[in-house]
């Protein structure tokens, strides 16, 4: 095998040889390359990351984090990006990357309950763009549908950032009675058993590969990274998942730990590192796809569809039976020790004998802050929309953008109905999906990113899109109970990206802590870029809402003869709505600044919108967010292909009302449908909430406001047809 | 009244059907496609779940016509001991061991649908309308001209696309073969049965096949 250190620097190597007291030899060296990668280790990370540390969060140290969940039930959940192998290899990146995340869940010993996704892509001008969307999106469609877990939330964009690559991060959520959670802690006197897939050579490497920038130049090395890509088989997952099911529930397993980046060298090295223990393992005993191969390429394959599980000597023959039942390999390849030592035997030679504390955790970083000149530029400008408007058709190209558009022909390629949990699926205008726990506990979840607000502005850009999740939830009912993350970045060792960085994770840490939803998990991508072009810092969040019953749940679109009320103040001239929607649609550009939150304020319309809908004096509410008011009202009226009459301009000239109908500031504003208009007015005058009646609804053919009148089926058509 | 479902590696609507069949009072219990010691004329009915058996690699059910509990199911249909119903995977599976006319292949967009649709349910005097969620790749349903002139011959095509979804044969979703008692169809009634699920006209089909077949047999 072809020697590949390049993410061990000399410094590095220099400072493991002074902790140990000698020299590596090859093998280890290997070992440390990959687990010192920026990918299994968070180098540069790390450091950062401790300020999301969240008490409320239950076993955040483990593959992924949970909130409890009503009484008896944790959910535990977690987002995890497959960029890399997806730009290579987008089929198998992306399936791949549905099957890591699941084992994430799996391994815990949680019943899966759905799959979610993130992906993003340049823009169609450009063949190989569709074509990596193609392939990304049949990925996840083969991959998750044959798992039996139902997709039934996910987000899309196309921006120019990602030309040539493909940004791919999924989501997996599962529950499991707090009694019966499996840890990944081991302890001496275990037997180390592999199950799953056989160990190949594909994705050898990966962990290393996938902390690196691609290069699309160099086509050797494009080749050997396709070998670094891992191969994928639905129909052992879900195998295995029937095995491992029977597995756990006959109580036959100590500690697991899925085979993820790294393969097998992580998953055992973490398993004895946070057990303190040691471990032997013997490499030839793996069972094998082909022969010849190397220790090198068994310990680090990502071989997928395999989980390592540590089991007491006497529940052996059991695991053994299970496996064969349903068809899944098998192999006992090395026990845990006493001795804090990572020993690793190949043909009974000793290849490395390693403290697994080292291992685990060699390197930690800081990072530079600085303000980069771009956002101190870009801040300053402000949008301006020319006066010679063309209303309708801005309108349209607002409604008809890819980024907002319907995106049915994506969703309706995903299974979203399997498990028979499902509640609300994916629908054309997007928005909070809902799977029935139980009785008493009704989950919601919402994904979603803003890169173009996160590249302006790092901090306030993170926390808008944390808000604007946490009102979408609100709109539906559920209170925001967990909160997960991806973040995307490029090259980090560039100052512009770590300071993206760095201020992305203090926003998210902050604005955590003060709306009171913890982090559970995240993942961190790096190195995001190809021929030396930055992606937009993109932070991808999933947030879990909680609700008692379903019947609670409130609707979204509105129906007919509805008076429609704006709860929240309108946009006003003071208000700064960088990195709004329509500016980059209308003119391709990225400007202006972010405005703090206000948390109590969010807060105090969630907690009205629950008494409202308690009282039942509301039927509908879309939250404002992408395409500001305008959008809003067009999703809420979309389903029943409403007209409406009645006022959307209020503080603004009507030939420069952009800023009022499209713009996305920071301030909580919510539409609400309601037939019970008196009631609401006086709740509203009561409690000194800002309030405006924007109009009503009706089943007549126009969509008119401000004495200006528009065919809405022209808007409609704009918006439906891909 | 007892209901085998059964599982092949690979079958994922197991739980489910499972779910759904015991909320509607059935009593519920689950095959697998190996084992030794089941004796199926203990059940009123066989259900195939959905899913992907043995990967559905090759094509869709090809595979798991080769397992043992075939074997045992054709001996359970000569015997006219209950009724057989294929859901999804269990229809592929059902056309692939020739125990319904014809083939379920890939959709004609050649992409996995996943969604909501409208059917026709037509049998003798029943005529329902039925919104049920359908998710599969290969549900585009084709026969040849001997097996169409036996479908239409004995009445089989009992439910109906309102729509082309897939490309199928005029409009087939599911046939029934009333002389062996046998059911196949691509979309999923189990998956409408809940009060919380988007509909519940698979109650609808069931009480169908409950009045229809299962008191009869």
Request: glycine residues 6%; aromatic residues 10%.
């Amino acid at each position: 095998m072809k020697k590949n250190i390049y993410t061990l620097t000399k410094k590095e190597y220099k400072t493991i040889v002074k902790r140990l007291g000698r020299e590596l030899n090859d093998f280890e060296i290997l070992i440390f390359a990959s687990m010192t990668s920026e990918h299994c280790s968070y180098k540069h990370s790390k450091r950062y990351l401790k300020k999301l540390k969240n008490k409320n969060v239950i076993m955040q140290d483990q593959n992924a984090g949970a909130v409890k969940f009503g009484n008896n039930n944790y959910i535990f959940f977690k987002l995890e990006s497959h960029n890399h192998p997806s730009a290579v290899s987008p089929y198998e990146g992306a399936a791949t990357g549905i099957g890591g995340i699941v084992r994430d869940i799996l391994t815990l010993n949680c019943k899966c309950l759905l799959l979610g996704n993130s992906i993003k892509f340049g823009n169609f001008d450009n063949k190989k763009n569709e074509n990596l969307f193609n392939e990304v999106v049949r990925g996840i469609s083969t991959y998750g549908n044959s798992i039996g877990i139902p997709t039934v939330c996910g987000e899309t964009q196309f921006l120019d950032c990602y030309n040539n690559y493909a940004i791919v991060n999924v989501l997996a959520l599962g529950v499991v009675n707090p009694n019966d959670v499996i840890l990944s802690n081991a302890k001496p006197g275990l037997k180390v058993v592999i199950l799953g897939s056989t160990t190949g050579s594909d994705g050898v490497n990966g962990a290393t590969f996938a902390s690196k920038s691609l290069n699309d130049d160099i086509n050797d090395e494009q080749k050997n990274d396709k070998l670094s890509v891992q191969i994928s088989d639905p129909f052992m997952k879900r195998k295995l998942i029937m095995g491992l099911k029977e597995i756990f529930d006959k109580k036959l397993v100590y500690a697991s730990q899925d085979c993820g980046a790294a393969g097998i060298l992580s998953s055992t090295s973490e398993l004895v590192s946070k057990g303190h223990c040691g471990v032997n393992l013997y490499l030839d005993k793996v069972h094998l796809r082909q022969d010849e191969l190397s220790p090198q390429e068994i310990i680090l394959s990502e071989s997928q569809e395999r989980m390592v599980i540590l089991v007491e000597d006497y529940n052996i023959n059991q695991v053994l039976s299970i496996a064969k039942k349903h068809e899944i390999g098998v192999s006992i390849f090395g026990e845990t020790i006493k001795d804090k030592k990572y020993n690793v035997y190949f043909n009974n030679e000793l290849l490395a004998s390693l403290p697994p504390n080292i291992l685990t955790n060699a390197f930690e970083y800081r990072l530079k802050v600085k303000k980069p000149k771009y956002i101190k530029i870009l801040e300053k400008i402000k949008f301006e929309h020319n006066n010679n408007l063309d209303l309708e058709y801005d309108i349209c190209k607002i409604l008809s953008h890819p980024n907002f558009k319907n995106k049915s022909h994506i969703f309706e390629q995903f299974d979203s109905t399997v498990g028979n949990k499902t509640i609300i699926g994916p629908s054309m205008c997007g928005g909070v999906s809902s799977i029935y726990i139980d009785k008493d506990n009704i989950l919601g979840v919402s994904i979603d990113s803003n890169p173009q607000k996160v590249y302006l502005s790092p901090k306030n850009g993170v926390e808008l899109s944390f808000i604007e999740s946490y009102r979408k939830l609100v709109a539906r009912g559920f209170n925001p109970v967990g909160v997960t993350n991806c973040l995307n970045f490029a090259n980090i060792e560039n100052e512009d990206i770590s300071y993206q960085f760095v201020k992305s994770v203090e926003g998210l840490a902050n604005i955590s802590k003060k709306m009171n939803v913890p982090v559970v998990s995240g993942n961190v991508s790096m190195y995001n870029e190809t021929n030396n072009k930055s992606i937009f810092p993109t932070v991808v969040l999933a947030m879990v809402g909680h609700l008692d019953n379903y019947k609670s749940i409130i609707n979204n679109s509105f129906s007919e003869k509805e008076t429609i009320f704006l709860l929240g103040k309108p946009i006003d001239e003071k208000m700064n709505i960088g990195g709004s929607f329509y500016q980059y649609v209308l003119q391709d550009k990225v400007v202006g600044k972010i405005d703090n939150i206000n948390y109590k304020e969010e807060v105090l319309y969630r907690d009205i919108i629950f008494d409202l809908n308690k009282k039942n004096i509301i039927n509908a509410i879309s939250p404002i967010h992408t395409g500001g008011l305008f959008a809003a009202l067009f999703k809420g009226l979309f389903k029943n292909k409403l007209g409406f009459k009645g006022t959307l301009i209020f503080n603004f000239p009507q030939n420069d009302c952009y800023k009022e109908l499209f713009g996305e500031a920071s301030n909580p504003r919510y539409l609400i449908s309601t037939t019970k208009q008196n009631e609401l007015k006086e709740i509203f005058d009561k409690n000194s909430i800002d309030y405006k009646i924007l109009g009503v609804t009706n089943v007549n053919g126009t969509i008119s406001f401000n004495e200006m009148t528009f065919d809405k089926n022209s808007f409609y058509k704009a918006f439906r047809d891909t | 009244m007892k209901v085998g479902i059964v599982v092949f590696p690979g079958t994922n609507c197991e739980e489910d059907t499972y779910r759904a069949l015991k909320f509607l009072g059935f009593n519920c219990s689950y095959i697998f496609h190996n084992e030794d010691i089941v004796n199926l004329f203990d059940y009123r009915m066989i259900i195939l779940a959905g899913g992907f058996s043995f990967g559905d690699y090759i094509a869709s059910g090809r595979l798991a016509k080769f397992s043992p509990i075939i074997c045992k199911i054709k001996e359970y249909i000569e015997n006219k001991a209950g009724l057989v119903l294929g859901i999804c995977n269990g229809f592929q599976i059902l056309c692939e061991a020739n125990l319904l006319p014809g083939v379920l292949t890939f959709n004609n967009n050649n992409k996995f649908i996943s969604k909501s649709v409208n059917l026709k349910l037509n049998y003798k005097t029943w005529d329902l309308n039925l919104n049920l969620p359908i998710a599969h790749f290969e549900g585009n349903f084709y026969a040849n001209k001997n097996d169409f002139k036996i479908i239409k011959e004995k009445k089989m095509d009992f439910l109906k696309y309102n729509q082309n979804i897939n490309g199928s044969m005029d409009f087939i979703a599911g046939l029934y073969d009333n002389n062996n008692c046998i059911i196949g169809l691509m979309p999923h009634p189990e998956r409408a049965i809940f009060e919380y699920s988007k509909s519940q006209d698979g109650r609808l089909f069931f009480e169908f096949i409950k009045e229809n077949i299962l008191l009869k047999i």
